[in-house]
């Protein structure tokens, strides 16, 4: 049976019938046959603790009592307020206020604004936006803008507004990166720096050093560019602490966060920013106003599934529960170390990563979606990008899950290597 559905980043022409999900539960994703498929990328990153945690839902069940959509001008509510305060003690020092909107994208398109606008209203405009190669920040016209330019976004580049890229830290080469940025910002037009800390994930789960990020920053202070950490995939766990930031002892001047926000719950997204930032959109001239909002800003279901998901992190075991999972997850990887069917494999916090050695690589390399396929029909939620295979599993995963994935990418080499994928 034909659907009118257009599904996300799915060639309609080519891709297999969709298989329909009738429920959710705990690592895995359970279809209309019955079938438990176990989700290895946290439903594209967003689930952490586990598919339909307890506390988070009946959190979303009370809210519905109350609420649904209010408009965020002129009104506020308490959801809103309790998770602005819960988020300033849990993100890195220096961060005052939070913006609140309902995607990553949007939150880093308001982190953009925001940092432009910075500028702007302060008397010096600066016009350029650094980024990292190879950075992934949403699929917006800003966001699409300031992340890698390829495939992806061919159609729309005449649109695309230009950035400054630095090249990607690769092991050795670190220092050019600094240079980089170093050099773009002597020119006194950088307004921001926009990153992924420690690990860029659409742009193929790359991995660099902490102490890369805390150089950065120290050239960005030097020279009193923002510095914006989009937080969006490695956020609330995913590279072992709450904040990728930590690991590199960074205060960002403004952190993007969504995904597993709301612990993967409901849409929802913060921008945060320092005094600093709110200060300059502070003035009696209302040219000066922060002009962005969007119809679902701070939705209160949404801001107490957040709530329940900061609870969930301080009533419950979530770092030790992550500290368990790294070293699964270590001791799994282990076994394809020094397995020349692969190249760089690596791990950040609770994600491993692995390139299947292919003559021909990248997102288009025609092993990604026979890899997928393979995986499907073994009940894995895996989705490789090109012959990166790579492994973001919610924080309730068991050991048997982990194997079952680990044994199957194994297996997917062995055919690989025989010729049949
Ligand atoms: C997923 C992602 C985004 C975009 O988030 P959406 O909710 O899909 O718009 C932005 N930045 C990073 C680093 C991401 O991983």
Known sequence: MSSPVWHPFTQHALEPAMRRIVQTDGACLIDDSGSRIFDAISSWWVITHGHRHPAIMAAIQAACENYDQ?????????????????????????????????????????????????????GAQRRRICVLEHGYH???????????????????????????????????????????????????????????????????MLTYPASVLSELKRIAERHGTLLIADEVMTGWGRTGTVFACEQA???????????????????????????EIFEAHLSADRRKTFFHSSSYTANPIACAAAVANLNVWDDEPVRQRIGALEVMQAEKLARFAADPRFGNVRQTGAITALDLTVPAGGYLSEVGPKLRAFFRERKLLIRPLGNVIYLMPPYCVTAADLDRAYDAIDEAAAWFAAGRL
Do not use: W
């Open 138 to 204: 949403g699929d917006t016209i800003g966001t699409m803008s300031a992340g890698e330019r390829g495939v992806f976004n061919a159609a729309y580049e005449p649109m695309l507004f230009g950035v400054d890229r630095l090249p990607f830290p690769k092991p050795g080469q670190e220092q050019e990166t600094l240079d980089a940025f170093e050099r773009f910002c002597a020119t006194g037009d950088v307004a921001a720096l926009l990153i992924e800390p420690l690990i860029l994930g659409a742009g193929g």
């Open 70 to 122: 209010i408009i965020f001008a002129e009104y506020t509510h308490e959801p809103a307020e309790e998770l602005a305060r819960g988020l300033l003690r849990i993100a890195p020092q220096g961060l005052s206020h939070v913006f609140y909107s309902d995607s990553g994208s949007t939150c880093v398109e308001v982190a953009l604004k925001m940092a432009l606008g910075f500028f702007h209203n302060s």
């Open 249 to 275: 002892g960074v205060a960002p001047d403004i952190l993007c966060t969504s995904k597993g926000l709301t612990g993967g719950a409901l849409p929802l997204a913060a921008t945060l920013c320092t005094a």
